[in-house]
């Protein structure tokens, strides 16, 4: 009986109610992770704002807060999708192969961000500003 049952090398399902174990996971790799992410846009907007000063100035108001606080906030719920792929994969036996990828998808993910926060600041935001 068990000779005809047939396992997709690395494609196993995790033991049952392993769901707890693999959220305490994710959370312990991802949210220290965010500070520095968030820092990292931070920066993203600090340069932007140093580099082109006398043209950015004018657009310092508490409107131009509110909304750079809703930007930060739709960059954090973008970075919960890494929950989604995180869990996703570690309900596989291929989790161990995961844990240790993880460092550079969030790597990549992070400079993705950084590359986009600087696009959308140069592309959208910046020439609003006149």
């Known amino acids: 009986m068990e000779a005809r049952r047939v396992e997709s090398e690395g494609l ?4 049952p109610g392993g769901f707890q174990k693999s ?3 994710a959370i312990r790799f991802w949210e220290p992770r965010r500070v520095v992410y ?3 846009l931070m920066m993203a ?3 932007q704002l140093v580099g082109t000063w006398p043209h950015f100035q004018p657009a310092l108001t508490l409107h131009s807060l509110l909304l ?3 930007l930060a906030l739709m960059a954090n719920v973008c ?3 890494a929950y989604l792929a995180d869990l996703s994969i570690q309900e596989f036996s291929i989790r161990t192969a995961w844990k240790r990828w993880r460092w550079g998808v969030w790597a990549v993910g992070t400079l993705f961000a950084f590359v986009l926060a600087n696009y959308w600041i140069g592309d959208e ?3 609003a500003f006149h």
């Open 38 to 40: 968030n820092l990292v």
């Open 12 to 15: 196993e399902k995790s033991s």
């Open 125 to 127: 935001i910046y020439p």
């Open 79 to 81: 970075y919960c999708a």
């Open 68 to 70: 750079f606080s809703i």
């Open 23 to 25: 959220l305490a996971d």
């Open 45 to 47: 907007v600090a340069i």
